[in-house]
């Protein structure tokens, strides 16, 4: 399975010249790199191993003012090559870049301790020592990129790890972090990164976050060699159609759509070498991107992340926590927390078993193919977990908050109900605006849906202290026949036409049922004589004014009772019949 490795230790110990006695290439691509003889920015290349399997290897700079670039490359290695200078030893780098690596969890590696030909025998075995020391349990192997000695016995050392090595997980959603950005004439813009999950083919249909465009693959690079597809481990390259260069940069996730989330705030279990106060302000590294950050703690060894600007992860990332120099790493427990602290909720993430993670991770309700990627498990283990929490079309959810959401729209519609006894309930629309479970959610709710309505079973809109009012529209409604009435309690009045005491008309204007009926009967008569009735014909036999007979006309047409062809109306059909 494809693998990648990468460099480490202090500046100017030999990665690059390494690399290139291992690969044949020469990584230090900038100008300004080959001027200075040090690498600044993150170099590539593939490396074969006497098994046939390769690997891709990172080099990464060794300065300790570009210990951040170091971390964007770190992030998605699956083991290391540390890079020791036989007569210079360990220096401040070397243990850093060691202290990153296992903090991003990077435990499988070689030790190559070089220059083995610039110093007498007895300086390399005590560097080997050393060493051996530094990383126990790794393999420590002396080598010269100058006469070549040790580079066969480095890459066995390589090949023997790689086969003890756990590849990343293929069967999970397409996860790229975009590393280099550039373009290429009559191609287009390309991105590079390691592919985290997934694979990437020709003609898949991708998200570029956090911007949320949708890209579409042209073509697929795996060591500038063209594949029809890229899997999890390997440095990929990718064409991307259509957009320009400068819409994407270094930290850019490239995602299956929709399977992961995107957030501002991540919950993590803490791993410190240096005190983290509960407030700080530090540079989170997560993938490749290095995001400002404030630490809110959470109880003993946990936090949680605010972020300055969002970024796709799943549980189980590991990040890098920087000051001035590395003061931490730690492990994600969710990639999208409320931004309620919850010391219980982190202890159930921290548990690990599937019914522990989807309990902590589910609240309100998640999509349940999202929750696989958030929570990083395969089928048997989130069909395991959703065991702990209640599924419906596809949505998962825990009973706690469905009881607690139960209450809180039972509340919600006792007080409209006190408050307006006329128009008791509320929308659904208006229940829960905006979400997408919404429809979900209210069939599993103690309410009553009344059409577009949500009420409290049982509840009925009364007139209550109304009814005063209600009696004196009436009597005025009786008073002026067939002429309309202006009401300007619109709410009374869709109390009224409800009851059957009033007909509405345009403009907050209303009848009383009565008249409307002899209005209706007054029309229908007249076509049933004469084939049709004008706006001035009507107006004249109801004895009315312009303004109420267009008003009872237009009233006739929404009931379906009337149609009109140009200045004149004539009877529907059905009401042809029916007449």
């Not at 287009?188 to 020709?202: D, N, P």
């Not at 630490?295 to 003993?300: P, S």
């Not at 312009?546 to 009772?561: I, S, T």
Request: aromatic share 2%.
């Amino acid at each position: 399975m494809p693998l990648t490795v990468g460099t480490a230790g202090h500046v100017d110990h030999g990665k690059t010249a390494l690399v290139r006695a291992l690969t044949g290439r020469d990584t230090d691509r900038l100008p300004e790199e080959r001027a200075r003889g040090i690498s600044i920015d993150l170099g590539y290349a593939p490396l074969e191993l006497p098994s046939g399997r390769t690997l891709s290897l990172v080099d990464v700079p060794g300065h300790e003012r570009l210990v951040r670039t170091m971390v964007a490359g770190a992030t998605g290695l699956d083991l290391f090559l540390l890079v020791v200078d036989a007569a210079e030893g360990a220096r401040l780098q070397t243990h850093e870049h060691l202290a990153v690596l296992r903090l991003l969890g990077v435990e499988h590696g070689v030790v190559a301790v070089t220059k083995a030909d610039a110093v007498d025998g007895e300086t390399v075995e005590l560097a080997v020592e050393e060493a051996r020391e530094l990383v126990p349990g790794a393999p420590v192997v002396a080598v010269s990129g100058v006469t070549g000695s040790g580079l066969d016995e480095l890459r066995a050392a390589l090949d023997a790890v790689a086969a003890e090595t756990t590849p990343r997980r293929a069967d999970f959603p397409t996860r790229l972090y975009v590393d280099r950005v550039f373009t290429l004439r009559g191609i287009g813009t390309v991105v590079t990164g390691t592919l985290w999950s997934g694979t990437v083919e020709e003609g898949d249909r991708l998200r570029l976050e956090p911007s949320g465009r949708e890209v579409r693959v042209r073509s697929v690079q795996v060591h500038d060699r063209a594949v029809t597809r890229a899997e999890a481990g390997q440095r990929v390259a990718v064409n991307l159609p259509g957009v320009e260069r400068q819409d994407v940069r270094r930290g850019d996730a490239l995602v299956a759509p929709g399977a992961f989330p995107l957030s501002y705030r991540l919950e993590v279990d803490l791993e410190e070498l240096e005190p983290i106060a509960d407030g700080a302000r530090l540079s989170v590294h997560h993938g490749t991107s290095r995001i400002p950050a404030r630490v809110a703690r959470v109880g003993e060894g946990h936090a949680q992340l605010r972020l300055a600007t969002p970024v796709v992860a799943a549980r189980g990332d590991r990040v890098v926590l920087r000051a001035e120099t590395t003061v931490g790493g730690a492990v994600v427990l969710d990639p999208a927390p409320p931004r309620r602290l919850d010391a219980e909720r982190d202890r159930l993430l921290g548990e690990g078993d599937p019914r522990s993670i989807v309990s902590a991770l589910v609240h309100s309700p998640v999509r349940v193919e999202q929750l696989a990627a958030r929570a990083l498990l395969d089928r048997a283990e989130l069909e395991e977990g959703l065991d702990a929490v209640r599924v419906v079309d596809g949505w998962a959810l825990s009973e706690a908050w469905l009881e607690e959401t139960g209450a809180a729209v039972e509340e919600r519609l006792r007080a409209r109900a006190e408050s307006s006894p006329l128009d008791p309930g509320l929308a659904a629309a208006e229940v829960f605006p905006s979400e997408p479970w919404a429809s979900v959610v209210l069939e599993l709710l103690p309410v009553e849906r009344r059409g577009p309505t949500v009420v409290l079973p049982g509840t009925a809109a009364t007139l209550g202290a109304r009814e005063q009012a209600a009696q004196e529209v009436d009597r005025e409604l009786a008073a002026s026949g067939l002429a309309a009435t202006k009401l300007d309690d619109a709410g009374l009045a869709r109390f009224l036409e409800t009851e059957g005491r009033l007909v509405r008309l345009g403009d907050g204007f209303a009848v009383s049922t009565p008249a409307y009926e002899i209005a209706r009967d007054l029309v229908v008569r007249e076509c049933a004589a004469a084939g049709e009735v004008t706006l001035s014909r009507f107006r004249d036999l109801a004895g009315i004014g312009r303004r109420d007979a267009q008003l009872l006309l237009e009233r006739m047409d929404v009931d379906g009772l009337t149609r009109r062809l140009g200045d004149r109306r004539v009877l529907r059909r059905a009401a042809r019949t029916g007449a």
